[in-house]
């Protein structure tokens, strides 16, 4: 199994609006499988980030299916943001 790192790291918000950065194929793999929900991003980046870390597809590939993944779920860290309030409020009621 690979664990190839990432040319540039992705950023997410988790908890109650705190950045996490994801370095690797592995951290990803870790993050979008302990994410609740089903959704089909979700089980794209799974399915991307398994196919990287056995040297299928290259890390950046999945690096991008990742990116959609926290985009589609508001939860990508881009320069200048801040965390979104469904984000705070999820975080508050889970």
Same mark, same amino acid.
């Given at each position: 199994m690979l664990s190839q790192p @990432?040319?540039?790291p992705v950023r997410v918000w988790v908890g109650l609006g705190f950045p996490r950065q994801l370095n690797s194929v592995a951290d990803a793999?870790? @993050?979008?499988t302990d994410w609740c929900g089903n959704s089909p991003e979700?089980?794209?980046a799974i399915r991307a980030c398994k196919a990287? *870390?056995?040297g299928d597809i290259d890390a950046e590939t999945a690096r991008g299916i990742l990116v959609q993944f926290a985009r589609k779920k508001d939860i990508l860290v881009e320069d200048g943001t801040t965390p979104p309030v469904e984000t705070i409020e999820n975080? *508050?009621?889970a």
């Open positions: @990432f040319e540039k793999y870790q @993050f979008v979700q089980k794209a990287a *870390l056995v975080a *508050l009621h």
